[in-house]
């Protein structure tokens, strides 16, 4: 099993560009997240999608969108990037078991520079 | 909606000595707390975690303590070792939570000096 899995590795893009993250799982997890990482902030929410079918909105959803285009893929789109979405982005996947909460794994993130 | 922080930032040890960090949260119905550890350049991954029902888990050289009624819980590693060396976040969600989403704490960069 390659877990979770995102493209691309590294982005540099001019601002105003618009691009999309695409992150894979193949752990048939109901839940899938997508956080961005900043030094001193840890790790914070953008979107998350409970099942196939549904999305919501995280802590700092402002400037992104996403898609659950299936059960294996969740992706994340910046449609202007703006420098301050320069980050290090993480989707993760869990299977939360009804109430009970679960391990969250995460893919190997994408460094994304906006200039 | 739940809060997380967590400290210290930084925290510099030498080998074989303990390490603590503590986390407070402000939901009082959070259930699950779940602690990761990020080495440089790489993925966050579970080292522990800890459910409201239990106060104390020990796996090894790790161990987490949870208080309910302060609303803190703490990450203890003993006879610390330079691979130990990474980012610790510590995190918390309740049962109302849909998905399992998760509040991150900022984050504690540990160094074990040999």
């Known amino acids: 099993n390659a877990g979770v899995t995102q493209t691309p590795k590294f982005q540099v893009l001019k601002t105003g560009q618009s691009m999309t993250l695409q992150c894979a799982q193949d752990m048939n997890h109901n839940s899938m997240y997508w956080y961005r990482q900043d030094p001193g902030m840890g790790l914070r929410l953008i979107y998350y999608s409970a099942s196939e079918g549904t999305t919501d909105k995280g802590e700092v959803p402002n400037g992104y969108n996403v898609s659950r285009l299936n059960k294996r893929e969740f992706s994340l789109r910046l449609e202007s990037a703006a420098p301050s979405q320069t980050s290090v982005y993480f989707c993760?996947?869990?299977?939360?078991?009804?109430?009970?909460?679960?391990?969250?794994?995460f893919g190997p993130g994408t460094r994304l520079t906006v200039l | 909606g739940e809060n997380v922080e967590q400290h210290p930032s930084t925290l510099s040890v030498q080998e074989g000595d303990s390490a603590v960090i503590k986390c407070t949260y402000s939901d009082s119905a959070s259930n699950y707390f779940p602690w990761y550890k990020q080495e440089l350049g790489k993925r966050p991954q579970l080292i522990i975690d800890?459910?409201?029902?239990?106060g104390e888990k020990k796996d090894q050289r790790i161990a987490v303590t949870l208080n309910k009624t302060a609303k803190h819980f703490s990450l203890h590693i003993t006879e610390t070792q330079p691979e130990d060396s990474a980012v610790y976040f510590c995190?918390?969600?309740?049962?109302?939570?849909?998905?399992?989403?998760?509040?991150f704490g900022q984050g504690t960069e540990l160094s074990v000096k040999p």
């Open positions: 995190a918390a969600t309740s049962v109302y939570n849909q998905g399992g989403k998760l509040i």
């Open positions: 993760a996947s869990s299977e939360p078991a009804g109430l009970i909460t679960d391990t969250q794994y």
């Open positions: 800890i459910r409201s029902n239990v």
